[in-house]
């Protein structure tokens, strides 16, 4: 079982940033991905972004515009998602996505809200 917590989501206005970060038990090299997806109220779960176990990055539709940014501290088994000039259509649950061969994993979520 892999385990991740999700931080960092929060109220912020519109134009600000956000730091969010997902923890893991597990190695990080163990894990075939690690990524972050988000759902708005209403919506269907979208993937943002993800990173393979080589570090190879993938940007999903919701995050080509320029202002997500996904990185991993392998020795912290963190993975983080940086999101600037927020804007309040990316208001959503954040979620941790971990992937193990065809298994995927979750966190619980850490809500973002953007203020107009």
């Known amino acids: 079982q892999v385990h991740l917590v999700e931080s960092g989501g929060g109220l912020v206005q519109a134009g600000g940033s956000l730091r969010l970060s997902c923890t893991t038990s597990?190695?990080?090299?163990?894990?075939?991905?690690m990524g972050w997806y988000r759902q708005a109220s209403g919506k269907e779960r979208e993937p943002v972004a993800s990173?393979?176990?080589?570090?190879?990055?993938?940007y999903f539709e919701s995050a080509k515009d320029g202002r997500f940014f996904i990185s991993r501290d392998v020795a912290k088994k963190t993975v983080y998602l940086q999101i600037n000039s927020l804007k309040p259509e990316d208001t959503a649950v954040y979620y941790c996505?971990?992937?193990?061969?065809?298994?995927?994993?979750w966190g619980l979520g850490t809500q973002v809200t953007v203020s107009s």
């Open positions: 597990e190695n990080i090299f163990n894990l075939n991905s």
């Open positions: 990173v393979s176990v080589r570090g190879l990055i993938d």
């Open positions: 996505n971990a992937r193990v061969l065809r298994t995927d994993y």
